[in-house]
């Protein structure tokens, strides 16, 4: 086992520190700033030579600033002779851009980031609820991707709801709301059966499932304008349910997404911090907030210790 050093960029400082915490260390000394012309400027101010380096910064807005930030504190890393580089990206940005849909003269971004990382030498990358698993086949490193799942789980139990119902937002998170509803001994499920018309435009369209005076529960891993969710929530009350709660791994929050929350019917979102999420948002009588530090320092504990990351979640 190496000496494990921590290191963080400008992207989730809190949640870097909260992590640092829990493994009773601190965060490396480095410069993360810009030059006056906004150009990217890193330098590593302490000793990492052979070190079990891992970098924690999320890819989230402005996307392409952190991206940078972290491609270049890795490189640093590497020139400095650090033994061993994990990236811990709590949100990958850019995973949304996995395909060429109809064969659209469109990039797969989510790859060229994928190989942007592995160029400059990262030996393996964390991360968390990735948002098409099979990014994973983009890297030519290990990638662990950890899941949110037991963090929410164990904030819904302590709601004590009688008669839950866990909702997929979409035909594509079913799979996700199957393993909760597992979770929560076995609770039924619901799908939305949306079409959209146009980005960041979500329409339902159908409901599949009986929630009529049940306590709903969607699950979905990004929150972007919110439109999906004040959808499916305003649907769900129609159809009778009791309540709405909607759990999101990565708060991205963006565009007309507070006007569309704080005038929904979803009487409470929770997110993690994977994206820090403004006052303006947290200020909301609706909005909460929980950590992904324990469950990400655990995982780093492993990764350092040479132990298994599926062992964390093979009780789920």
Not at 20 to 26: Q, S
Not at 241 to 247: E, G
Request: overall charge neutral; aromatic content about 6%; glycine content about 6%.
């Amino acid at each position: 086992m190496a000496d494990m050093k921590l290191f963080a960029g400008n992207a989730t400082p809190d949640l870097a520190k909260k992590i640092a915490d829990r493994l009773y260390t601190r965060l490396g000394d480095a410069t993360v700033d810009r030059f006056s012309d906004g150009e990217v400027h890193v330098q590593i101010n302490e000793n990492v030579r052979g070190c079990d380096i891992f970098v924690i910064q999320s890819t989230c807005a402005p996307s392409n600033d952190n991206l940078m930030e972290l491609i270049v504190m890795i490189d640093a890393l590497r020139r400095a002779s650090a033994g061993r580089i994990t990236a811990v990206i709590p949100y990958f940005g850019y995973a949304r851009q996995d395909r060429r849909l109809r064969s659209a003269r469109v990039p797969i971004t989510a790859k060229v980031v994928a190989d942007f990382l592995s160029s400059v030498g990262v030996d393996r990358v964390l991360t968390v609820d990735l948002h098409a698993e099979q990014i994973q086949g983009f890297f030519d490193v290990p990638v662990d991707n950890c899941f949110s799942s037991e963090i929410f789980v164990e904030d819904m139990k302590t709601l004590n709801m009688q008669n839950p119902c866990v909702v997929s937002p979409d035909m594509g998170g079913v799979v996700r709301a199957r393993a909760i509803a597992k979770l929560l001994n076995n609770a039924d499920i619901a799908i939305i059966d949306k079409r959209r018309p146009k980005p960041n435009v979500a329409e339902v369209m159908n409901l599949i499932g009986d929630v009529k005076d049940r306590e709903c529960i969607i699950v979905d891993d990004i929150i972007d304008t919110g439109g999906t969710l004040c959808k499916a929530a305003e649907a769900l009350k129609k159809r009778g349910a009791k309540s709405v709660i909607a759990y999101g791994t990565h708060a991205v929050l963006s565009g007309n997404a507070y006007n569309n929350i704080a005038e929904s019917q979803i009487d409470s979102l929770v997110v993690s911090d994977s994206i820090p999420a403004s006052d303006k948002f947290l200020k909301l009588k609706n909005f909460r907030e929980l950590s992904l530090a324990s469950m990400l320092a655990e995982a780093i504990r492993r990764i350092n210790n040479e132990e298994s990351i599926s062992a964390m979640f093979e009780k789920n």
